[in-house]
């Protein structure tokens, strides 16, 4: 019963901005780290940022560090990536990721982000 939805994807001109939600049920929310990924069409999928349960630290791929802020809202459940100064090579469709101990691996549906002009 564990889900994950991605929200907030759209298509947005370089150098723009948009703000990501990840809505997360059926699982103790604030024990786990959470992560966003994107794969590109045509390219692997990859690790964009996670951020930890307990202390909120907060790692970043080299192509996105100083662009993108990852924060979560445990009393919501989310978690959020804002994205600022987008590039075209941005384009992919992010996905929602949590890894829970003793269970598996979940995945949210995935959410289009399109950058171009």
């Known amino acids: 019963q564990v889900q994950l939805v991605e929200s907030g994807g759209g298509l947005v001109q370089p150098g723009g901005s948009l703000r990501l939600s990840c809505a997360a049920s059926?699982?103790?929310?604030?024990?786990?780290?959470m992560s966003w990924y994107r794969q590109a069409p045509g390219k692997e999928r990859e690790l964009v940022t996670t951020?930890?349960?307990?202390?909120?630290?907060?790692s970043y791929a080299d192509s996105v560090l100083g662009r993108f802020i990852i924060s979560r809202d445990n009393a919501k459940n989310t978690i959020y990536l804002q994205m600022n100064n987008l590039k075209p090579e941005d384009t992919a469709v992010y996905y929602c990721?949590?890894?829970?101990?003793?269970?598996?691996?979940?995945w949210g549906q995935g959410t289009q982000v399109i950058v171009s002009s």
């Open positions: 059926g699982f103790t929310f604030s024990l786990f780290a």
């Open positions: 951020i930890t349960s307990v202390d909120n630290r907060k």
């Open positions: 990721y949590v890894r829970i101990t003793g269970r598996r691996d979940y």
